[in-house]
């Protein structure tokens, strides 16, 4: 390798963003407030604000800037419900992004939206264990040979790399996905995915041998647990900049959002950093590395981006009081990990002009009302399960028997969910928008007892990596009409320890394992993906109530003047413990 000398970097990064493009009502605690009170935070205008401030802040101080997105731009509001990856090319291209990597999102409905996403673009697109080698030629929509992909290089077994120079200071840039991108998307089965690690060892020998720089940043999207495993398991990458497990690092409790730990997490010399999720927050990263690509000193933090108003509730129905109001100002203007800023004109006109007035005409249709705040959680915690999965599996049964079908139970992936719903007026856009914002059918299946309490058991290990290497929590199992038990510590295939289903008039009875059942569930958890692989085996294939998961969800809420949190927990999760 040539002479190289230190190197200080100045980066922006942003994860997971799910076209959040305007900003996004927050409930946030202020001392000497007794109720929470609500901001509007983040959106792509105020980031467009804050990275050009970042940028001119530190560019005396540093050798260069960069600004990286770690994947998951696609779904999560109405504005990809309505325009898809059209929205997301246009508004990311305003934010004169360095590079981004390929998210597991970005493959939901297949090869093709992301093929139309890359004639879009005009940035890096990293998906460096993304194999396109091999796709057939006679495709409408393929993604090979897209100039924006820097894809698996198959004859070197290397990612593709992005080099950027900054005063003849050479840094390399490249990204990987989670191996079992098929277990959890829908890419085209000519292009595979190949193991992540290996195209990181191999990739960042070829950048010391061929490129000549130790300064390496991986862009990950492989989740955060899997980026500090990286860290410790593989030599030589300088800074992991993650996304898909949408971890908000750093200290939010002073705003009542919690600690999860410090911003920068550094394992031996390579430094981990994510910037949660839904564009709320801007991770700005100051980082030395040293002449063998260690990193030396970081300081930085992820940031909170607030414009001027506060309210009482979600729906800005209700104005604070002007003393709340001012001491909430006061309070949150003091506070070292929020941005007060405005948003950029441009992107705000063309969300504006472009895109909003289709939006709006969703956001009158208001279907219930919700008297108290309704959580989600994918893995039940301390303070119990999500309370909103329940409810949507809930409304399968009922979208179900509303035409005729006759279900015992219905079953939902908790990755399903995507929000907990704050107290307030309920609208059609928030739950197609933000609830619920995959356009996903309702499918009728036949399992058998066995191969149903197969699935709830397969599928939590697979949210808990218990036994088997998972794919991510989202796999957890939610459920209506029927309740279980999960003991981790039995041995594996012995964990459902209690399956019972509801029959119609009420009793709870025990689940036969050689009987067969009907249930709903969406399209996704039906084909057996993510450890609910029992259901790709049975007698018949899974058919369509046509219906959506938000549309059915719609429809259960206008039934109900308030939608309340379900009476009774179906579920008893009881994780293993390290003293066990």
Not at 157 to 169: H, N, W
Not at 286 to 313: C, P, Q, W, Y
Request: proline share 5%; charged share 20%; aromatic share 8%.
């Amino acid at each position: 390798m040539p002479n190289v000398t230190p190197i200080t970097l100045s980066i922006a990064h942003i994860n997971d963003t799910h076209s959040h493009f305007e900003p996004t009502p927050i409930s946030l605690a202020v001392n000497g407030l007794e109720d929470r009170i609500y901001a509007n935070v983040g959106g792509f205008a105020r980031i467009a604000s804050v990275v050009k401030s970042f940028k001119q802040e530190t560019q005396n101080d540093t050798d260069g800037f960069l600004f990286l997105h770690a994947g998951d731009c696609f779904q999560g509001t109405l504005y990809y419900s309505l325009f898809k990856g059209e929205a997301n090319a246009t508004l990311l291209n305003m934010l004169n992004l360095d590079a981004m990597a390929l998210g597991n999102h970005e493959l939901d409905l297949g090869n093709a939206a992301v093929s139309k996403f890359l004639d879009q673009i005009t940035f890096p697109f990293l998906a460096g264990n993304w194999d396109v080698s091999k796709e057939l030629p006679n495709k409408p929509f393929p993604v090979k040979g897209k100039a924006p992909l820097l894809a698996y290089d198959p004859d070197l077994k290397i990612a593709s790399v992005l080099t950027k120079e900054f005063g003849g200071k050479k840094v390399a840039i490249f990204s990987v996905a989670l191996d079992k991108m098929a277990d959890i998307a829908m890419p085209d089965p000519d292009t595979p995915f190949v193991s992540s690690k290996e195209t990181i060892i191999n990739t960042v020998k070829y950048i010391h041998e061929e490129i000549g720089t130790p300064h390496i940043i991986l862009l990950s999207h492989l989740g955060y647990d899997q980026d500090l495993k990286m860290a410790e398991e593989v030599e030589g990458l300088s800074v992991i900049v993650g996304g898909h497990s949408h971890v908000l690092q750093g200290d939010f409790s002073n705003l009542g959002l919690g600690d999860m730990g410090p911003y920068g997490r550094q394992i031996n010399d390579t430094l981990v950093v994510q910037a949660g999720c839904h564009s709320l927050a801007l991770g700005k990263l100051t980082v030395t590395l040293d002449e063998n690509g260690k990193v030396t000193a970081h300081s930085g933090g992820n940031f909170l981006m607030l414009g001027r108003g506060l309210a009482m509730d979600a729906s800005w129905d209700q104005n604070l009081p002007d003393e709340a109001f001012q001491k909430g100002k006061a309070y949150l203007l003091e506070q070292p990990n929020v941005i007060h800023c405005r948003g950029d004109e441009g992107i705000k006109q063309v969300i504006a002009e472009r895109y909003r007035p289709a939006v709006d005409k969703l956001k009158s249709d208001v279907v219930t009302n919700l008297p108290a705040r309704l959580r989600h959680i994918r893995v039940p915690d301390e303070k119990g399960g999500s309370q909103i999965a329940p409810l949507v599996c809930e409304a399968m049964i009922y979208s179900a028997r509303e035409r005729g079908y006759e279900v015992d139970f219905a079953i939902h992936n908790a990755g399903g969910v995507r929000v907990s719903l704050e107290n307030g007026k309920l609208t059609a856009a928030e739950v197609a928008g933000r609830l619920l914002p995959f356009a996903i059918d309702l499918m009728l299946y036949k399992p058998t007892g066995l191969q149903v309490m197969q699935a709830l058991e397969g599928a939590i290990n697979n949210a808990t990596n218990n036994g088997v290497e998972g794919t991510g929590d989202g796999s957890f199992p939610y459920t209506a009409g029927l309740r279980y038990t999960y003991e981790c510590c039995k041995p594996k295939g012995q964990r459902i320890t209690q399956l019972e289903y509801q029959t119609l008039g009420g009793t709870w009875k025990t689940v036969e394992l050689e009987k067969t059942y009907i249930a709903v569930s969406s399209a996704y958890t039906s084909q057996g993906k993510e450890g609910y692989d029992s259901l790709k085996c049975m007698s018949e294939l899974p058919r369509s109530i046509y219906v959506t998961l938000a549309d059915s969800f719609i429809e259960f809420a206008r039934t109900k003047d308030t939608l309340l949190a379900p009476e009774e927990n179906l579920l008893t999760y009881l994780p293993c413990r390290s003293n066990d």
